[in-house]
Every structure is written in C-alpha cells, then in structure tokens.
C-alpha cells in the first residue's frame, strides 16, 4: 500500500471520528442560538405583556392551571407571547401580581414622605420549546425540549389631571355592617372617600398647572340639592302624560329639572358640585347620612351632569353601591294617581341604562368636549360593588361595561380600585 493511499484511509478514519464531535457543535450552536433568540423575544413579550395588564386595569383574582392571576389577565398573556415566540411548544406558566402600595415597601415610605402612591404589576412568564436538534446516542446536543423564562414590572402613577365625581349609594342598608370591615359600610365608604381625596390633593399640589376635582351625587330613592332654600331634585325623569317618557329623559339627560321633592331631607346628603376646594368638600360630606331605597339611574344621572361641567382632559364618574335597585318600590315623589301604575326602581334602571342606552349617551357627552387648552376629553363610566354579587345587577353591568365592572370584598379594595382608575400613567421598570 503506497503512502497516499494509507493517509487517505486515515483521513476517512479521522473523518469518521469527528462528524459526530462537529455534528454535536452544529446542533449546540443551533438549539443555542435559538434559545438565545427565544430569551430575548419572551423577554420583549413579557415588557409588553405587563403594560397591557396594566392598562387593562382588571382586579388580577383568579387562579388558572398555567399559575396565579385572573383569567383576563391569563388570556392577554397568552395571546402576546404567542405572538412574539411562534415556534414554541406550550406556555408553561404565567404568573401576573398587582401590588397595592401597602404591599411595596418602597411606596410606603413615600407615602411617609407625602409622596403620590403607585401601584406595581410583575409578570412572569415560562415557555417550552422543541430542540431542533435533540442529543442522542453519539451526539451532544439540547434535551427534546428546553424552557425560557421572561420576566417584567410596571407601575401606575396618574400623570394628568382627573375630574371625579362618585354616584354614591346613601340608601338605608349602608347604615348595616358587614364582612367587609368593623364599620358601617356607609362608614367605611366615607373614610374611602376621605382617602381618595388625599391621593387627588397630593397631585395638586405637585402640579401647579393642572388640577384634579372631586364631586359627590349622593342617591338614595334621589339626589338633592338646595336651591333658593328648597330641596330639588335635578335629575329628575321626564313624564308624557301618566308614564315616564324615557326618550325625551335620555335626550336631555344632562339637563338640570330642578323639580321639588315631595318629603325633604335637605340635612342628609345633599350634591357637591366639582370642586379642587378639598377642605370645603371633607367639610361638605362631614355628616352625611343615610337612608332611603336605591336608585342608582337618579345617582347616575346627578353625576353625569356635575361631571360635564369640568374642563381637565380626563372624566371619571364611579357608581358605588352595595346591592340591586329596589325592585318592588315605586318612586316616593310619583305617589300621585295620575302616575298610573309607577314602575320600580330597578324597571327604570334597566330601561334607560338598557333599552335606550342611556349611557352611552352620557359617555358620548362628556367625551365630547375639550379642555381650554385644546386636549381632547377622556370620559369614563365604572362601577364598584361591594357587600354584594355585581353581576346581580345587569343594568349598572351594561352602563359601564364588564370590563368596568368591580368588586371588592373590603374597604381596602374599594379604595384600591377607585385609585388604579384614576392613576392612568405607566411607567415600565425593566425586565425581572
């Protein structure tokens, strides 16, 4: 055998021996590149990911097979990292957390040092996928399968200013307790109030040029207000003879009636109209009380009203209540015969809220407008309920929408809904 023909055979014998070492490099460098390039696209899903929950603004309760956070919060996840990783196998987990500021150390001691309070979203996000390449008998390379994890926070600050006013439930069960807290709801619905408008004060006095409001549209059987010495009600329906012309009081839904009612509790809760004036307000709601049947369209309507005469560039009116419309009382001020047969409560609300969407005309009115400076008006209608199912009340669920419905099973919640509904800026923290 000549010299060439034995390098030859020991060229095809070294051969043989490296094609499984080059091939394992091949296949590491593959799978490896691409799990490199996996890390980065979780890692830029879940940055978006976590502002869009945060946006979303949902309450985050729920628990899922794929880990913590409510399903809403679960679905947006899912569909964003879909979409940024399309070749991965299953999402393995997804875990969302809303911290309230009470929950965040950081917060805390900016609260102690009358800073504005914040609310943190953290997302953690774990995807498999399918090794191009898997190692095998001979061959190095990935397992079958290899995971990559993103992870990502947010905060919520508010960054303009906000025009609030509260329809707020006064009926005569809010004098009861309840599970929710050692108080009397109207109690701890009051000292909620209390709290917000500390929040709403803080940014005022940060922001010389802009400045947040605060309204309050107390509702009972009605709202009230004193004018010229006697008690009205301005959010009064509009009557066609013996029945309630629910066209004509949706079309002049912001008009003021100043009708009179019938039996007067002026010294109860009466309206405060917007006002950045937060001592005169605490002041003004001091010794409300409550009593009465509930009608929560009165309520509605009284705020919708109060609400249009802002000028900041965001308008927020929250329902608060602990239960459904009366459904078997009629109105007080329609005791008269010639009212005919007078509807219940809960029959008005669902008729104007539902049949004649009363309020999307009243969304459509308050965002249609601009602030003297020329910005476009953001309006915004939420309910938050509490001490009750409020999916038992389809009328206040088709006039804010589901995704603006709440519930809070105490105070605390009640307080920390209402301040992630006004703290609408984002700011994105960085990858966990």
Request: net charge negative.
């Amino acid at each position: 055998m000549t010299r060439i023909s034995k390098q030859r055979g020991h060229a095809a014998l070294l051969f043989v021996m490296i094609i499984p070492a080059l091939f394992g490099l091949f296949a590491l460098a593959s799978d490896g590149a691409r799990a490199i390039q996996s890390k980065a696209r979780i890692e830029d899903a879940s940055e978006v990911t976590v502002l869009a929950i945060a946006e979303h603004n949902d309450d985050n309760i729920g628990q899922s097979e794929l880990g913590q956070g409510s399903a809403v919060n679960q679905q947006i996840a899912s569909r964003y990292v879909n979409y940024y990783l399309g070749d991965l196998s299953s999402i393995e987990s997804i875990n969302v957390r809303r911290l309230n500021c009470e929950d965040i150390p950081e917060c805390l001691d900016g609260l102690a040092q009358d800073e504005p309070r914040f609310f943190q979203y953290e997302l953690d996000v774990v995807t498999r996928h399918q090794a191009w390449f898997p190692k095998s008998d001979g061959f190095e390379g990935f397992d079958e399968t290899f995971d990559v994890k993103g992870a990502s926070m947010a905060r919520k600050y508010q960054n303009q200013a906000v025009d609030v006013v509260f329809a707020a439930d006064f009926s005569g069960s809010m004098d009861d307790g309840w599970n929710g807290g050692n108080q009397t709801k109207i109690q701890d619905l009051m000292d909620v109030i209390e709290e917000v408008v500390a929040e709403l004060e803080k940014f005022n006095e940060n922001h010389q040029e802009e400045a947040n409001h605060v309204g309050i549209a107390p509702f009972d059987f009605y709202t009230r207000n004193m004018i010229g010495g006697r008690e009205k009600d301005i959010s009064e329906l509009i009557f066609s003879g013996n029945s309630i012309d629910y066209g004509r009081t949706v079309e002049q839904v912001f008009i003021e009636k100043n009708q009179e009612v019938s039996n007067s509790n002026a010294d109860r809760s009466n309206n405060v109209e917007l006002t950045d004036d937060f001592e005169q307000f605490r002041r003004d709601i001091r010794y409300f009380r409550a009593g009465g049947g509930t009608s929560s369209v009165a309520g509605t309507i009284r705020a919708a009203q109060m609400l249009q005469k802002g000028e900041s560039p965001r308008r927020l009116l929250i329902i608060l209540s602990d239960g459904e419309d009366n459904p078997d009382w009629a109105p007080s001020k329609y005791r008269e015969p010639s009212y005919g047969s007078r509807p219940s409560f809960e029959t008005i609300g669902r008729t104007l809220m539902i049949n004649y969407n009363m309020c999307d005309v009243i969304r459509s009115g308050l965002s249609d407008a601009y602030t003297p400076d020329g910005t476009k008006i953001e309006a915004k209608i939420a309910v938050i309920g509490f001490d009750y199912d409020v999916n038992d009340n389809d009328a206040l669920m088709y006039c804010a929408g589901e995704d603006n419905v709440y519930e809070a099973q105490n105070r605390d919640e009640i307080l920390n809904n209402i301040l992630e509904l006004i703290t609408e800026e984002i700011g994105h923290l960085g990858n966990g």
